[in-house]
């Protein structure tokens, strides 16, 4: 991407940084959800996801 087209796409990833998607917002209520049930606090919980152990840029 040339310098130029990457500047006018800031606001477009901007925007999908700071504001959260459908997925975010579904994985937040189950969360909430198991932490009800749990009694506990959200926080205290942990999920099970394996990060890569590189990450290729």
Do not use: G, H
């Amino acid at each position: 991407m040339n310098p130029e087209k990457r500047l006018k796409s800031i606001p477009t990833f901007a925007k999908r940084i700071s504001q959260p998607d459908k997925e975010y917002k579904e994985l937040k209520l189950e969360l909430w959800e198991e932490a009800r049930r749990r009694n506990c606090d959200v926080n205290d919980l942990r999920l099970a996801v394996d990060f890569y152990e590189e990450i290729e840029w």
